[in-house]
């Protein structure tokens, strides 16, 4: 199995722009797709972002296309996800997850192994 662990969050200002890691150990997140995932308060958590175990297909949620990027360095075992243009209703706890090395699932339960998360803040 992997372990996941996410960094880069924190408080940013909206037009801002934060870069979220996910550090993988253990297995080597390169056997997996990856995806990102937020959870605000009181709500579901929600598909971000996925890319293909090889970086060669991503994917992403209408609400963040053109402002999110994911990639991945299999070499450094790590996911990132380049967020720009932030907006107030991006604030959430972001999480990475890993999942089988098929289609980039849009589904908490398309993945199986999940890190602690991160809290990203937007203000206006």
């Known amino acids: 199995q992997v372990q996941l662990v996410e960094s880069g969050g924190g408080l940013a200002q909206a037009g801002g722009s934060l870069r979220l890691s996910c550090a993988g150990s253990?297995?080597?997140?390169?056997?997996?797709?990856m995806g990102w995932f937020r959870q605000a308060p009181g709500k579901e958590r929600e598909f971000v972002a996925g890319?293909?175990?090889?970086?060669?297909?991503?994917h992403y949620a209408d609400s963040v296309k053109g402002r999110f990027t994911i990639s991945r360095d299999n070499a450094k075992n790590t996911v990132y996800l380049q967020m720009n243009s932030l907006k107030p209703e991006d604030t959430a706890i972001y999480y990475c997850a890993a999942g089988p090395p098929s289609s980039v699932g849009t589904r908490p339960s398309d993945y199986d192994y999940w890190g602690q998360g991160t809290q990203v803040t937007v203000s206006s």
């Open positions: 890319v293909t175990f090889t970086g060669g297909s991503t």
């Open positions: 253990g297995r080597t997140v390169g056997l997996y797709n």
